[in-house]
């Protein structure tokens, strides 16, 4: 499969692909009509059910995903993960929800980790740039960065990995990999991502 990479900086391997463009401009479309119906907002908000400090979260409706196969997207590089990393066919990939993030300047996501046994992150939206370190010749820039965690630091093997957002780049990781998103500065702009929560099952 095109843009198929496994990666493997610790423990559990993750997995980075790229959406389609024309994915990314109907997820687009569907966000920005949504964030303009109020009633419809008001009933996909989940920001009370999620963890992340940020101006918004909203699931997508199941209509927009079966019209764009989204869950077929997704299964269609679960499955290939399954294959290289475990060997195994998967029997029944089950999409149990997938929602919109809208972050901008100084939100951000404690760490955390999801239900089910895999998600994932893409990005729809990412402003030019992410602002500066308040010591940006001796320190990593993390402004915006999705950084995943596994374990702690071991000989050999790092405990954490810093991922910065591209336009379309999309994640997989087991659903226990706790991670967390930095606030941003200095920019008005946008950083949209879309995530989601799944459950799997192999055949024997």
Known sequence: ??????????????????????????????????????????????????????????????????????????????????????????????????????????????VHWHSGDISGVGYLKVPSHLGNTSQPDKKTNENGKLQLISGSPNLFSKSTYLVKPELGDFYLFPNYLMHTVYPFSGTDEERRSVSFNAKVEFYN
């Not at 303009?36 to 979260?57: F, T």
């Open 1 to 110: 499969m095109d843009n198929f990479e496994v990666l493997k900086p610790f423990g559990p391997s993750i997995v980075k692909i790229k959406m389609p463009n024309e994915m990314i401009k109907e997820i687009n479309q569907y966000v920005d009509l949504v964030i303009k119906d109020d009633q419809k907002i008001k009933r996909l908000d989940e920001g009370d059910k999620l963890i992340g400090k940020v101006q918004q979260e909203f699931l997508m409706e199941v209509e927009f995903m079966k019209k764009i196969k989204w869950a077929e997207f997704l299964a269609s590089n679960v499955s290939s993960w399954a294959q290289k990393e475990l060997k195994k066919e998967i029997k029944n990939f089950q999409l149990i929800k997938s929602w919109v993030v809208r972050q901008f300047q100084n939100d951000y996501n404690p």
